[in-house]
Nanobody, 124 residues
């Protein structure tokens, strides 16, 4: 059974940092595209950052460019999201997702596997 489990969420003040981690189990995701999405109350789930299987290509939402960094460790089957200079608008449930192709894409519906989410709350 494939599982993606996120951790690292919490409450932080504006300007602070958090590091989210996602561990995949049940199979290897070494050749899968991995991504982070987020969903704030009353809003649709949106793409935050993605990374190709080799780690050579990344993509970020404009709202997080320069503040967030996505990385992966294929040996550990993990993908991380380092979040710096956090803003109240970053408050959301953050989800890890995986896609069974090498192409990095944005649409939510193009991802095959999802974690349960971890809450990030940024206070002003």
């Amino acid at each position: 059974q494939v599982q993606l489990v996120e951790s690292g969420g919490g409450l932080v003040q504006a300007g602070g940092s958090l590091r989210l981690s996602c561990v995949a189990s049940g199979r290897s995701f070494s050749y899968a595209t991995m991504a982070w999405f987020r969903q704030a109350p009353g809003k649709e789930r949106e793409f935050v950052a993605g990374i190709t299987y080799s780690g050579s290509n990344t993509r970020y939402a404009d709202s997080v460019k320069g503040r967030f960094t996505i990385s992966r460790d294929n040996v550990k089957n993990m993908v991380d999201l380092q979040m710096n200079s956090l803003k109240p608008d970053d408050t959301a449930v953050y989800y890890c997702a995986a896609r069974d192709t090498i192409y990095l894409v944005v649409p939510v519906n193009d991802y095959d596997y999802w974690g349960q989410g971890t809450q990030v709350t940024v206070s002003s």
